[in-house]
């Protein structure tokens, strides 16, 4: 018997397979399921993790109105010389870099809520150190430890937002971080405006508190939990952050997979393949260049900074408005990420509106989840460390040469990151953490171009 033969349910275009098409819809129903996501619980999750990066910043810039009040102190056990201020400076980037090498560990380890829960340990007993100081030497050893806090912080809450996130969000939520760190910020700046250095110290502790407090209550990442074999944990957890009322079976089912697809660890042979050693490349010259443009030493020696020069008002109120204008920045970053896309606001910014709150959200996407825990470490390593650098050469290169050496040299930094993102950052607005390691292992200029080439 014959067989008859009956025409598509869907035309095809010239030139146009059936499994073109079908990939085709399996996108549009993707985008469809992104879009009807609730979002509420989502926010909820990540403003508990980034709870960490406001005492972050707080943290950071905590020298800045400490160092020209203890220049003037009275005890003489407490008294900063130019030595001992570069010491203070420059310590917490030392401590972060530890902390971000320990994130290496801690974060396939313990996971990432637990171990931004963690961070909040070393925190309390630097800001308790600092606030009871009566030697110099207690308040470097506190900002070694809130640095340290601040390395786990910085290198788990993206990886941890980067994951709990869908596409539709994760531009917007991944800029959280950078929000609130220069929310942190502003606050110290502010308050250091009516308290004194030791308030200061107490009032450091507030946001790590409620952190810890908030994440009790908080899911781990299902991306997580699937990789360490817990199933059901995951399933839970998706649906806490989903809704029970949206089908995420099908999210369930392409996170397993992606998951189940590298459950190993990386290996040596691994690290030569492209879809591994180009995101790790792209992510550790990121944080590198990140880092070479300034933006530490500048914000730990902001009031000395505007001391040296001949502004019209007071160094702790130029303080503020350079907090506050921070802070606008990274809310439009926030809030046209997801529109514009990453490579347009990189290009067209400066620090805070694109290379401060993108680069750690493309660190979370960018990276292969097979080595996503240990790389985010090793990155925050390298930043760290470069940071340091340039925090502990700030001062005594301002003092032999004047202003103008360091921020040339930050200038031609500048340049360089515009060549960077043109030629090695690619575009991931609106892609999937799944389709984004897809790019790097088919090497495919554009990712649409990925899933329409099957002949």
């Known amino acids: 018997m014959e067989a008859t033969v009956h025409e598509p349910l869907l035309r095809r275009e010239p030139g146009e397979d059936y499994e073109a098409v079908g990939q085709r819809d399996a996108r549009q129903l993707e985008k469809d399921y992104y879009r009807s996501l609730p979002s509420r619980r989502l926010f909820l999750a990540a403003l508990a993790a980034v709870l960490g990066n406001f005492g972050f910043g707080f943290a950071l810039v905590y020298p800045s109105p400490v160092i020209p009040a203890l220049q003037k102190a009275q005890l003489p056990g407490l008294q900063l010389t130019g030595h001992a201020a570069s010491w203070f400076g420059s310590i917490f980037t030392l401590g972060a870099a530890a902390g971000g ?10 996971g990432r809520k637990l171990s931004i829960m963690f961070s909040a340990i070393p925190s309390v007993l630097g800001y308790l150190l600092m606030g009871s100081a009566q030697e110099v030497w207690m308040l470097l050893v506190g900002r070694l430890l809130t640095g340290f806090a601040g390395g786990v912080t910085s290198a788990s809450i993206p990886v941890y937002i980067s994951e709990i996130s869908h596409p539709g969000v994760r531009g917007a939520l991944g800029s959280c971080p950078q929000i609130m760190a220069v929310l942190g910020a ?20 507030v946001p790590v508190l409620l952190m810890v407090i908030l994440l009790c209550f908080m899911p781990e990442s299902p991306r997580f939990l699937i990789s360490q074999g817990k199933e059901e944990e995951a399933l839970s957890a998706l649906a806490w952050l989903r809704g029970q009322e949206v089908n995420y079976w099908w999210e369930y089912e392409q996170i397993k997979d992606s998951v ?6 990386v290996t040596w042979a691994e690290l030569r393949t492209p879809y591994i050693y180009k995101p790790v490349a792209i992510t550790l010259l990121m944080r590198f260049l990140q880092q070479l443009c300034g933006v530490t030493p500048i914000l730990v020696y902001l009031q000395v900074i505007f001391d040296s020069t001949k502004v019209i008002l007071a160094s702790e109120y130029d303080a503020v408005l350079v907090g506050a204008v921070r802070l606008v920045s990274v809310v439009f970053a926030a809030s046209s990420m997801d529109r514009a896309g990453r490579k347009i606001l990189l290009y067209a910014s400066g620090y805070a509106m694109g290379w ?16 996503r825990g240990v790389v985010s470490g090793l990155c925050v390593l390298v930043s760290w460390l470069t940071a340091f650098a340039l925090t502990k050469a700030f001062l005594p290169v301002k003092e032999s040469f004047g202003l103008e050496v360091p921020f040339f040299f930050f200038s031609i930094i500048c340049v360089t990151n515009l060549i960077f993102t043109k ?29 329409r080439r099957h002949r």
């Not at 090498?101 to 313990?110: A, I, Q, S, V």
């Open 101 to 110: 090498l320990g994130t290496m560990y801690f974060n396939d380890r313990l």
């Open 186 to 205: 502003l606050a110290l700046y502010a308050l250091g405006l009516v308290f004194n250095w030791r308030w200061l110290a107490v009032a450091g502790e």
């Open 356 to 371: 401060g709150p993108i680069t750690w959200l493309l660190m979370g996407e960018v990276l292969p989840l097979k080595a």
């Open 423 to 451: 030629w090695l950052i690619p575009e991931t607005k609106g892609r999937s953490l799944e389709r984004i390691e897809s790019y790097f292992r088919t090497g495919r200029k554009s990712f649409l171009e990925s899933f």
């Open 260 to 265: 189940q697809e590298q459950s190993q660890t």
